[in-house]
């Protein structure tokens, strides 16, 4: 190789080296979260006992800070699956703009699989009662042989058949909402999840009090209020079009029958909920911080529908603790 032609080159090699220092790739910042709470509640609904809520997100910022893409992953794992009505694992993606220095727009998409467990179920019945095959596509649930609904069955039933309605069931659901950046931090959220047709809105007012300025470094108080409405037309993916297959039994387990009819048991439903929370928070250093506080939550529906199956508790209180990283 000539001189001439290595001289080129190296100095095309430079050329790109100048380039590339000035370009650098923004800055990612990550959120994560590990919590404990004594309950799992959404929507004002109690879906479980203690449960383990350990959550990440990453953000890009574009626009010059205008803007946000993020993505993460929240989680709701019972600790003890015979007090809970499955885990919920809920991967989303969105993007967040500021509208003006007080208003940021935010909407993205969530994806939910719903529990875990075998591909068939069944239930038997004591006393010449039978038993309903429920399979993963979930185009059968569970009864009795005398076709009465669930919901006056014994609670077990109804948790167990509720539980094994989640397994390998799907979400879709998009959202769209408006943080305020001033007094009290309002937000207004709207979501709609195609699979159960479900709608919710939701406003939520927050406020901290710093109590450094008592001498109290470190420790903050997080007050928060919210309230919310939804209404599902097919829950579970569940509807009257649902195929209710049960076979009866006699005392020997010896096969008697078989009935087909159609469930009434997963009817449309709307109801209002809301709750408030108190928290107190402590800031390990500038990346980290442990909260524990106290909340409460209650919703309008009847205890003896799908709504409450749970425990049949329209008001909840429950603790949580956490911690918080921001890098």
Sequence with gaps: MNKLKLLAITSGLLATSGVFAEFSLPALDVDAKIEFDSAYISEGRR???LTFVPSAELGLPLFGDAGRLYTGVDAYLAVNSAKALGNNVAPYVGFSYDLTDRFTADFGYTYS????????LRINHVGGKGFALLNAAGDKFIGDADGADLADKSNAEWGTARKYLSTKRATHELYAGVIGDFLLNPTLYFAYDFTQRKANVE??????FDLGAQGINGFAIDLGARLGYSRVKKPYGIDRKTQVVFETLDNDGEHLDVADHNSNLFEK???FYAGVNADLVYSLNENTKARAGV???FNNAKKDTWINEFNQKRQNVWFSTAFEFTF
């Design 47 to 49: 879906l479980g006992d």
């Design 113 to 120: 699989r719903l529990g875990s467990g075998k591909d068939k």
């Design 203 to 208: 406003t939520e007012i927050s406020h901290t």
């Design 269 to 271: 439903k709307g109801w």
């Design 295 to 297: 909340e409460f939550a």
